[in-house]
C-alpha cells in the first residue's frame, strides 16, 4: 500500500486544524497515510491542545519552543519522511473526498512531475485564483491592489491560460500541494531564510530543477484563505523583505 505523508503546521487556531485533520483522516482511503502536525509554540495553547486529541497512531504531533516560521517548520519533519508522496498543507485546508491518493495516482500515471497542486476552492465553492506564473514585480504589485496593473496581474495569475486542463505552472502554492518525498528531500525542504511569504515560490523553482510542476483542477479541496488585517504593517514589511530575498536568489524580473 503507498505511503503518503502530510504535514501541517500551526501558530494558533487549535480548532481548524483539527478540522483539516479530521476531514483528512475521514476521506484519505486506500493508502497509508501519516499526518505531522508542527505548533510553532503557539501562545493560545494550540500545541497542548492537539497533544491531547486522541487522532489515533498515524498522526504524530511535534511542539517546537519557538516560531521558527512557516518553510522550517515543515522542514521539521524532513528526517521523519519515509512516504514516496508528501503533502504541504495550511492549517485552513480540509477535504470532503479522497484527493490525497489520487493526486499520487496522477503523479504516478505522469513521472516527469515532481510536484502537484488540486484547485482550491473557498468554503462557499469559490474558486481560488492560485496558479501563476513566475513572480515578478509588476505582477506581484497588481495583487497587492497597485492600480493600473490589472494585465499585468491576470497574466500573472494565468488568466489567459485554458485552467479547467491540467497545466503546467511557474509558482505552485504553498497551502496545497504534493511532492514526491523523494524530491522533496533531495532540495532540502523549504529555504529556511524565509520566515514566511514567498517561500512556496522559492521551493516550486527548486523542485522546477527536478522535473514539472503542475495544476490539477480535477482534484479539488477546501481553503480559508486567512489573511493578516490590512491595517497591520508587519505582515507587509516581512512581504517586502521575502520577495527581496527571491528576486535577490532568483534573478529580478518586471513583468511576464
Request: glycine share 8%; proline share 6%.
Amino acid at each position: 500500500m503507498r505511503k503518503i505523508s502530510a504535514c501541517i503546521v500551526s501558530y494558533n487556531g487549535a480548532e481548524e486544524v483539527v478540522k483539516a485533520v479530521e476531514s483528512l483522516l475521514c476521506h484519505t482511503r486506500d493508502c497509508q497515510l501519516t499526518v505531522y502536525l508542527v505548533d510553532n509554540a503557539s501562545p493560545d495553547g494550540t500545541g497542548a491542545q492537539l497533544e491531547q486529541k486522541n487522532f489515533g497512531p498515524n498522526v504524530k504531533v511535534i511542539c517546537l519552543a519557538e516560531n521558527v516560521g512557516f518553510g522550517k517548520g515543515h522542514n521539521t519533519v524532513l528526517p521523519l519522511l519515509d512516504s514516496e508522496y508528501h503533502f504541504v498543507l495550511n492549517p485552513d485546508i480540509f477535504v470532503d473526498g479522497n484527493v490525497l491518493p489520487q493526486i499520487c495516482d496522477w503523479m504516478e500515471e505522469h513521472p516527469e512531475v515532481v510536484m502537484a497542486t488540486p484547485k482550491l476552492l473557498f468554503p462557499d465553492g469559490r474558486v481560488q485564483v492560485l496558479p501563476k506564473r513566475k513572480p515578478n514585480i509588476l505582477g506581484l504589485a497588481a495583487r497587492q491592489g497597485v492600480p493600473g496593473l490589472k494585465k499585468y496581474g491576470d497574466r500573472y495569475a494565468m488568466l489567459d491560460e485554458d485552467l479547467t486542463k491540467p497545466t503546467a505552472i511557474e509558482f505552485c502554492t504553498g497551502s496545497f500541494f504534493c511532492m514526491r518525498t523523494q524530491v522533496f528531500k533531495a532540495i532540502g525542504g523549504f529555504d529556511e531564510g524565509y520566515f514566511m511569504y514567498v517561500e512556496d515560490a522559492d521551493i516550486t523553482q527548486k523542485a522546477r530543477q527536478k522535473g514539472l510542476v503542475y495544476y490539477l483542477p480535477q482534484f479539488t479541496a477546501y481553503h480559508a484563505w486567512h489573511r493578516a488585517p490590512n491595517k497591520s504593517l508587519k505582515p507587509f514589511f516581512q512581504q517586502l523583505k521575502s520577495m527581496g530575498r527571491y528576486f535577490n536568489k532568483w534573478g529580478w524580473r518586471l513583468g511576464c
